[in-house]
């Protein structure tokens, strides 16, 4: 359980800054406000407009929660520490976990209001809660294989778009079905397996990518 000492880390750093959650609120609320005043019926449409914010606010939190390591060099004390490298992972995935619920605690009650959305409030929070899990455990499993390059900052949304595509395609009808009163089992089973994939291959390349 090392790898939650690390998540407390840096969970004390961003109460103390709030520097980084507070630009991905600020980030989300502004695309929910141009979105509502610039589509008619947004409402419609729920599911992806969500999606989007979260996608391009996550990259914010993502991208800084290895990207700081390594740009401030303590990654090199992370390694020269009693933690894995796989523990390592571990913690920023709690982290990013923590501040995209957090986010999303905030702003979806916004979005729902803004955007005037019929459907089941409390199944369609519960079920976008799961897929948002999902996306931030797959997101920052694939982080540290560019947070060695130059242009990382430009390439993570590039490069992990293809790779979360099922994730958000099976995101947006559950949570169709979900405003429309029942959880689809098989795709929430599908995106709980999936994201199972992808962190134990990041799990078993850890030693190489961190």
Sequence with gaps: MKFLELAKKDLRLELKNKSNISLMLLFSLTAAFLFNASITEPGRIFSPLLLIIFFLTGMLGYSASFLREYDSGTIEGLKASPLTPQEIIA??????????????????????????????????FTAFAICNGALSVTITSLSPLLSHSRAREMLLP???????????????????????????????LFVVAYTGIISSLSMITADRVV
């Design 91 to 124: 913690g920023k995935m709690v982290f990013n976990l923590f501040l995209m619920l957090a986010v999303q605690t905030f702003i979806f009650p916004i979005c729902y209001a803004l955007f005037d959305v019929e459907g089941n409030f409390a199944l369609a």
């Design 158 to 188: 590039v490069m992990l778009f293809p790779v979360i595509f099922p994730l958000i395609n099976s995101t947006v009808m559950i949570v169709n079905a979900a405003l429309e009163g029942f959880i689809d089992f098989e795709r929430i």
